[in-house]
């Protein structure tokens, strides 16, 4: 099986840590290939670059398909989602955005926050969240003032950052989603070093996505 990771901002080291991680969680059970947007924001972090995510999206998966043929499946590597409905319309396959992973398995538990960074995020997740039929399983949006640029250029502090967020988070909920790409790994991290303080679920936005790739092929 193929499984294809598209990164719809323009940073290669992302798509690296994107191919890297969602290899890892799939292991043997797929073959994974990663696509970075062609044109587009580095990180995407407003209303006007998702939309332009979504668009560059688009363009990467069809040019992919067309020089090395249709995967199985496609992974939307942005928390946010830009094109994925597009793409399933477009091209009949099932495709599997971070942040819907995230939250649906969130929401398995019972109520969820998120976790995440860059302002603008915090209203464009919840209106996917209630576009998604699962705003009333969700809590809030926690956003830490740095960026996912910010945060991936300084993994230390970005680690010590996110684990208050995440502990800040917890209260009232039976899940907390740590969204973002650029972050993939470090929910492993914190939910290691926050033990027992960390007193539910952790969920990786990218290992999510993974796990909901690999169930759509079964």
């Not at 398909?65 to 989602?81: K, M, W």
């Not at 250029?153 to 967020?165: F, G, I, M, N, Y």
Request: glycine share 10%; with cysteine; net charge negative.
């Amino acid at each position: 099986m193929k499984l294809l990771v598209v990164n719809p901002n323009t940073t290669v080291a992302v798509t690296e840590l994107l191919a890297r991680r969602v290899g890892a969680a799939v292991g043997a059970s797929a073959e994974v290939e990663a696509v970075t947007a062609r044109f587009g924001a580095e990180y995407i972090a407003s209303e006007a670059s998702y939309v332009v995510a979504a668009h560059a999206a688009l363009e990467a998966c069809r040019n992919h398909c067309d020089a090395h043929g249709r995967p199985d499946a496609i992974i939307v590597g942005c928390f946010g989602d830009p094109g994925v409905f597009a793409l399933r319309e477009a091209l009949g396959l099932p495709v599997v955005g971070l942040a819907e992973a995230a939250m649906r398995e969130a929401a398995g538990h019972g109520r969820f926050a998120i976790v995440t960074g860059g302002a603008a995020w915090g209203p464009m997740l919840i209106r996917l969240a209630r576009a998604l039929e699962l705003g009333d399983r969700l809590a809030g949006v926690g956003i830490v003032a740095a960026t996912g640029a910010e945060l991936a250029a300084d993994p230390e502090r970005a680690l010590v950052t996110l684990a208050e967020a995440c502990l800040g988070a917890m209260q009232g909920v039976e899940a907390v989603v740590l969204g973002g790409a650029a972050l993939a790994g470090m929910a492993e991290a914190i939910a290691s070093a926050a033990t027992p303080r960390l007193a539910v679920p952790l969920i990786d936005s990218v290992d999510a996505a993974a796990r909901a790739a690999l169930a759509s092929l079964r």
